[in-house]
């Protein structure tokens, strides 16, 4: 059965530590790995992805860690600030069926 | 850039009606649509998937007769909750792509049913 997991689903941190957001799958065909965040009563918006030829994506603050043979992935928000504060979903997908599996999110707190 | 519209925002209606939402892409062609529902305190469900030359496909616990989606062209796609219940509010959202490209998401529509 296609699933991605997702932990914690809760995490408050300090703002300027570094928040680490997990997520596992099981499918060995997904090849496309979105973190998307969502604030309060709007829409998800992508915020990094990965494909696996990489182990590795930057995009400012925000770092996606993948792990191929152990099915992982994580979201590390370096310097994390207030306003990163918003619910955060991993997501997964096959490019052969263009279907999107969603994790059950992660509520992100940033304490100032 | 590529956009996704989609109406209404919020919409209210009463036990056993319909509701119907809507979903424009500007900037691409959408080749696929995909329409999530996201219930109180859950994550997104896969509601069907739409692909262009291919007939719309249902996931588990979500049917036609209830989720009726029509993708008639590159730019547009519609889907109908009939008989709303409770049961069925969440945030209704869908999500387009042309080929291997990214989903652009839509605003959602937040359906609320008493």
């Known amino acids: 059965q296609q699933q991605v997991r997702q932990s914690p689903q809760s995490l408050t941190v300090w703002e300027g530590e570094t928040a680490i957001l997990n997520c596992s799958y099981e499918?060995?065909?997904?090849?496309?790995f979105p973190w998307y965040h969502q604030f309060p009563g709007e829409s998800p918006a992508l915020l990094i992805a990965?494909?696996?030829v990489s182990n590795k994506k930057e995009d400012g603050r925000f770092t996606i860690f993948f792990n191929k043979r152990e099915k992982k992935f994580s979201l590390h928000i370096a310097d994390s600030q207030p306003g990163d504060s918003a619910t955060y979903f991993c997501a997964a997908s096959a490019e052969s069926n263009y279907q999107l599996i969603w994790g059950s999110g992660t509520k992100l707190i940033i304490k100032p | 850039g590529a956009l996704v519209y989609q109406y209404p925002r919020r919409t209210i209606c009463k036990s056993g009606t319909s509701m119907r939402m809507e979903c424009q892409a500007v900037g691409f062609q959408a080749t696929s649509v995909a329409w999530y529902r996201q219930s109180p305190q859950k994550t997104f469900e896969l509601i069907a998937l739409s692909t262009v030359n291919s007939a719309i496909k249902y996931e588990q616990n979500f049917t036609q007769e209830k989720f009726p989606i029509s993708h008639p062209n590159l730019s547009f796609s519609s889907m109908t909750v009939l008989n709303a219940y409770l049961e069925d509010r969440g945030l209704y959202l869908c999500g387009a792509k042309q080929g291997g490209s990214d989903y652009t998401f839509g605003s959602g529509t937040r359906l609320l049913v008493i």
């Open positions: 990965i494909r696996p």
């Open positions: 499918d060995s065909t997904f090849d496309y």
